[in-house]
């Protein structure tokens, strides 16, 4: 049987699936497996603060600002192609973050790392989707999706195990011989596959991540200068002046890179933004919370990966169960729900800690909080993708994630500027009580969430879209 794209063989799904689950499984693990080593590389390299938070926020920037570019590259040049690229300059910048000399070459090889996981997270949905039936295709994308799962709720034991029976540099080491074998496997054992030539939107680009930059940079400083200095102002205020200059340059773009014109569908924009804040508070919590555990209370790293898991394992097995649900009573209150609960454990973490605490006393706050998340993630993914038609799903989930990933960074960015005080490596006292307010923060950021989650229509709204989108026609590529 012959593909219709390019005449080779049909995909193997078999590969296909464990090729792609293996590419978003080292994404997703990498996206967190530091956050357990961040109290090891501070010591280390004697790092700052705003060092510690370009670790995370070089990854999710990058990660963010190019993922919609890599996915119509690897339409134009070849899916399997650029897959295998990924994966080869995953391992690579492996190699450089393992034996970096300074926090400066850390952070560089992280970014490159996050370059290489935008070309794996889309692609590896693409490269499904193309091997797959539709009839067979849900199937596919949930193990896709429960690989990716595992990922995040193993990422800081994985991270703390590693930390404590080796070093540091074994969290990147490990990633090498495995990048190049699924390189190798790739190339070998996948059928390549190829999409709509796309026009690519470079201006677009330039101007969207400059601007995300600029703004991620502001706020970064404010852990070093605070919130009235001269570079914390002109950074803010040229970020915000070069994304509405990107903003006024995408809309009257052909072909722009993010389509605002989805904006304005209200299932679309609602289900984005409560993306955005779900990721704002959650990343900015993990970045401090691996830490708290370490500093605030004396953990191992091992320990603190462990202790974590009861927040973000408890995830792995909500999601599961709201999925039916939603499909029944609509996403509109299990979004609302989920991010409510993710405002609760996030406040009652920042009331309950205090020097000297037991990890039982903090134990409810954090099964609440991974209740939330639990509850939203599928909701959230489902709200995006029925509330387009199929023309456009594609480019609705591009863009919908690239506005997730930007609320991770901001969300570090963010927490770490309130954590920020003098002395607060000192002593679990000063940690804790600068960790407090940051939780407070990541509670408020959560509550924004549940609130715009009341402007996604109505379950009987969103029935009748899905009908009225599932009866025009396809558009041919």
């Not at 400083?221 to 915000?240: C, K």
């Not at 927490?415 to 307010?437: L, M, Q």
Request: proline fraction near 4%; charge should be neutral; include cysteine.
């Amino acid at each position: 049987m012959a593909s219709a794209d390019t005449g080779a063989a049909a995909p193997h799904k078999g590969w296909t699936l464990v090729l792609s689950s293996v590419g978003v499984f080292m994404t997703a693990l990498d996206t967190l497996v530091v956050t357990t080593a961040l109290t090891e590389l501070r010591t280390s390299f004697q790092a700052s603060l705003s060092a510690l938070e370009w670790t995370i926020n070089a990854y999710v920037l990058t990660f963010a600002c190019v993922l919609l570019l890599m996915a119509a590259l690897a339409d134009r040049f070849g899916r399997r192609k650029v897959y295998a690229i990924g994966l080869v300059i995953f391992a690579a910048t492996s190699v450089v973050a393992a034996l970096s000399p300074n926090i400066g070459v850390l952070i560089a090889a992280r970014a490159v790392q996050g370059l290489s996981c935008a070309i794996l997270m889309p692609v590896s949905l693409t490269l499904i989707s193309d091997a797959f039936p539709v009839e067979k295709r849900g199937t596919a994308i949930g193990t896709w999706g429960a690989v990716s799962g595992l990922a995040v709720a193993i990422g800081p034991v994985f991270g703390g195990a590693i930390v404590t029976g080796l070093d540091w540099h074994w969290i990147f080491w490990v990633n090498v011989p495995i990048g190049l074998v699924a390189a190798v496997l790739t190339l070998t054992r996948l059928t390549e596959s190829y999409g709509p030539r796309q026009s690519l939107d470079l201006y677009g680009l330039a101007l969207g991540s400059a601007g995300s930059f600029l703004l991620a940079w502001g706020l970064v400083r404010v852990s070093s200068v605070g919130w009235g200095h001269v570079q914390v102002i002109a950074s803010l205020i040229a970020g915000g002046v070069v994304l509405a200059v990107f903003l006024v340059v995408e809309g009257r773009r052909r072909t722009p890179m993010v389509r605002l014109d989805l904006f304005r569908n209200k299932a679309f924009n609602a289900a984005s933004w409560v993306n955005f804040f779900m990721y704002a508070p959650l990343f900015g919590a993990l970045f401090l919370m691996a830490q708290f555990f370490q500093d605030g209370l004396g953990d191992s790293p091992l320990m603190a990966g462990l202790h974590l898991l009861a927040w973000t394992g408890v995830s792995m097995f909500i999601g599961p169960v709201v999925g039916p649900l939603a499909d029944k009573y609509g996403n509109r209150v299990f979004m609302a729900m989920g991010m409510a609960l993710q405002a609760i454990g996030f406040g009652w973490v920042a009331f309950t800690v205090e020097p000297g605490m037991s990890f039982g006393e903090i134990l409810g706050p954090l099964l609440v909080a991974g209740v939330g998340i639990g509850i939203v993630f599928p909701t959230v993914a489902n709200g995006v993708m029925t509330s387009v038609g199929p023309n456009q799903i594609g480019i609705a989930s591009g863009t919908s994630a690239t506005l997730r990933e930007l609320g991770g960074v901001f969300g570090v960015a963010l927490t770490a500027s309130v954590f920020a005080h003098p002395g607060n490596y000192t002593s679990p006292a000063t940690f804790i009580s600068s960790f407090g307010d940051a939780m407070w923060l990541c509670a408020g950021l959560s509550a924004v969430g549940a609130l715009m989650s009341l402007a996604y229509p109505a379950h009987s709204a969103v029935q009748h879209q899905m009908h009225r989108l599932s009866e025009e026609p396809s558009v041919s590529s």
